[in-house]
């Protein structure tokens, strides 16, 4: 049986230290939120951010908008933001209505207030190789989880589905400079399973059901960032956990695996943007 990557638990050690961290600052940091859709689960998740950030010392202020916003309205906000230097840090909840262009908004954020370390600066410096301010949340999440639990990287074969800007890009990227020899799969990968079966390290970012025990070679390491809920509203990943946990030497559930890690690396990340 898989060992089970924790996600909580990491989450809940790296808060703590963080709130010790935060207790000993005159000034605290402050997370600015854009949320601009209905969609229920965003602002489920804005909620949670903004609490764990204020459970641990960290001031935040959501700035919500109807889905019929226009750009405008969201560039003049966050250039408000960028000049207030009370605000140190600030987050547009994606997605985005689809009449907003949705890198032109990120790209009005100052790069050193960037906490999802999306706009092409920071973006770019990560490909570059170099540091950007700081990395995005979900990848850096997946890479502290696995490095909680020593799991070697270099010269392993990382896979990873799916190549979103949030989550595949920059986290091929990331394992690329850990030294891990990376693939990328996506919608249009021929064999998918193919592939999968050579990974050391396979990492799922889809939001559907997709990978199965007959994919993966045994003893693989698995981590399943895809989250979705089934027609009765029972949460899922990406990976037949069931069955999956059988063969892999170790799997991140869902709820519980990725999930935390992202907030944890929010906070994270809010934290180093007020110390520059
Ligand atoms: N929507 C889902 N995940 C994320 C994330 O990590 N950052 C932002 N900004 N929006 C998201």
Redesign the pocket.
Known sequence: MAIILDGKKLRDKILVQLKSKLDSLDKKPTLA?ILANDDPA?LI?VNNKKKTAEKIGINSSVYTYPKNVDEKTLINKIRELNNDKNITAI?????LPEHIDKQKIINTIAPKKD??G?CDYNFGKLFAGEKPYVY???PKGVLLLLDEYNIELEGKHAVVVGRSN??GKPLAQMLLNRNATVTICHSKTKNLPDITKTADVLVSAVGENIIEEKMLKPNCVVVDVGIFKDNEGKLHGDVDFENVSKIASYISPVPGGVGPM?IA??MLNTVELSAD
């Open positions: 939120v965003s998740y987050l547009v909840q994606l997605p906490v999802d999306l995005p949340c979900t949030l989550v992202t690396s929010l």
